[in-house]
């Protein structure tokens, strides 16, 4: 029968008598929880979005989140005190997702992406953002939610993951380049076209819905 | 004005808080006199913030804190031991000191390199060198044997939460189904129409249960969600029913799991679930009536 993480078998040995004996441990264990897991929330929802929300059940959410945290107090005499703890985590939680999840290689496909990012643009900039129809800036944002979600699902998923661990995230260029595994430069053209891709859909959609006008 | 002339090249980084003070200038005065890029500029700000606000911010479930915790003790545990054993088999993690955020770098390779091969989630094959000896296949979980009800009863309750999430969240057929075919979902299945019951469709989504594409729709009724699943198989590979009931023409297959009633039944060469809270027979009720309910006409 699956043992699911919700159940994990315990230590026999509580806690307080490991502290009493290793007063190092101890510091090491308050250390990681003072630092590491307060990022739960923003470990949790990462790894819905990294994986679309589609979770294998046999491989869950709390699966793939309980597994970075141990890993990262396994080795959590790496991570240097100061630096960004939530990108260190979810660089561990990115090659959780990657080794238990067992996705296919996922190129970005193959387009004229040159025409695309042409059209993207036009959209874009014959969008009059300023002078919405409807009443504030933030019922813009508001009504545009959804289409940015479905946009996202349009992108490639180098793309994707780039612009959610930048714009969502709010990670460096140079951090997502380190959980990706590749050059700043490709984090930037990157980024660079998945926002152009979105945005020049957004405009498509706001323009067609009303929210905003179309400009000369 | 030719796009050497506008900011494109630099927008991003302008846009990022990453330009010079001299460069930052250069594109405020260009913005103050281009339209073009001005609206450049206002779309792709626009654009960053619907989708900071669209992307799920649900809390992570409760317990998982005290799971992970427990789950620190049993590490902890194994090092006051001095046991080598561990619960899966990661390599120590190599501290590098070449550039990186803060001067460390974590490297994983002991846990990537042999079970990866063709395996790629962000699109980016990692660069991993890890000592042969140190890699290991990965062992997720320790699965004896694969028990469908409680995959599907967990699927259900990381839905019952006070609000779906905004990619589950749905109240037309057309977008739920197109939901399902791009998450994979080839067998024929349709958002069914409950209303006459009062109950209303609220969201829907397409998820993987060991392997197997499901079709998920969510249903309100009052204050609590029922959740039906919709997966190519039998009712056989559900394992012994706690009780089963003939109705219809239907057979329906009945368990309990933590006080969730899960009902299934085959329609064709679909099993269908409802699983939902409170009284199981109004669970068995409407998983009846669901059956031979109408579809909802996608829009």
């Known amino acids: 029968m699956h043992q699911p993480s919700g159940s994990p078998e315990r230590s026999k040995r509580p806690l307080s008598s490991m502290t009493t004996n290793d007063p190092r441990s101890a510091e090491r264990r308050a250390a990681f929880e003072a630092e590491a897991l307060p990022h739960l929330d923003a470990l949790w929802a990462a790894a819905r979005r990294m994986t679309r929300g589609v979770a294998s059940a046999a491989v869950s959410h709390e699966d793939l989140v309980q597994d970075t945290f141990v890993r990262a107090y396994r080795a959590w005499d790496t991570f240097t005190p100061g630096t960004n703890c939530r990108a260190w985590l979810l660089k561990i939680l990115h090659s959780v997702v990657v080794n238990r999840f067992h996705r296919s290689r996922l190129e970005p496909e193959a387009q004229d992406t040159e025409d695309l990012e042409r059209r993207s643009m036009e959209h874009i900039v014959h969008t009059d953002w300023e002078a919405p129809l409807v009443a504030t800036a933030d019922e813009v944002r508001w009504r545009l939610t959804a289409p940015v979600v479905a946009a996202l699902e349009d992108l490639p998923e180098a793309h994707r993951a780039v612009v959610l661990l930048v714009d969502v995230e709010d990670l460096t260029y140079e951090e997502a380049a380190d959980v990706l595994d590749c050059p700043v430069g490709t984090v930037r053209s990157r980024l660079s076209r998945a926002r152009r891709h979105l945005a020049g859909a957004l405009a498509e959609h706001a323009q067609a819905s009303g929210i905003v006008e179309g400009g000369s | ?299």
């Open chain 2, 1 to 299: 004005m030719t796009a050497e002339r506008h900011v494109d090249e630099r927008i991003d980084l302008w846009l990022d808080g990453l330009l010079d003070e001299t460069e930052a200038a250069e594109v405020d005065a260009h913005l103050a006199e281009c339209s073009r890029c001005r609206r450049l500029a206002r779309g792709l700000e626009t654009t960053r913030d619907a989708l900071r606000e669209s992307l799920s911010t649900d809390p992570a479930p409760a317990g998982l804190r005290a799971n992970i915790l427990g789950a620190l003790d049993a590490v902890d545990a194994e090092a006051m031991e001095g046991s080598a054993v561990a619960d899966e088999p990661v390599a120590q993690l190599p501290v590098t000191t070449d550039t990186g955020w803060g001067g460390a770098r974590l490297a994983l390779a002991a846990a990537l390199a042999a079970t990866l091969g063709a395996l790629l989630w962000w699109g980016i094959r990692p660069e991993v060198d890890a000592p042969a000896e140190e890699v290991a296949e990965h062992v997720p979980v320790t699965v004896e044997e694969v028990d469908l009800v409680d995959l599907i009863h967990r699927g259900s309750v990381e839905l019952a939460a006070d609000q779906l999430p905004v990619h589950v969240a749905a109240t037309d057929a057309a977008t739920i189904e197109a939901r399902w075919e791009a998450g994979g979902v080839t067998f024929p299945v349709r958002v069914l129409d409950l209303s006459a019951m009062g109950v209303e469709v609220v969201g829907g989504d397409a998820a993987v249960l060991d392997g197997q594409v499901a079709a998920r729709s969510v249903y309100r009724d009052g204050d609590r969600l029922l959740i039906c699943w919709m997966l190519a198989l039998e009712a056989d590979a559900l394992g012994p029913a706690e009780r089963t009931v003939e109705h219809g023409g239907f057979t329906f297959h009945v368990y309990s799991r933590d006080g969730r009633t899960l009902v299934f039944w085959e329609e064709g060469d679909v099993l269908c679930g409802l699983v939902g809270e409170g009284d199981p027979e109004a669970v068995l009720g409407l998983a009846q009536a669901k059956a031979m309910a109408p579809v909802v006409d996608a829009v």
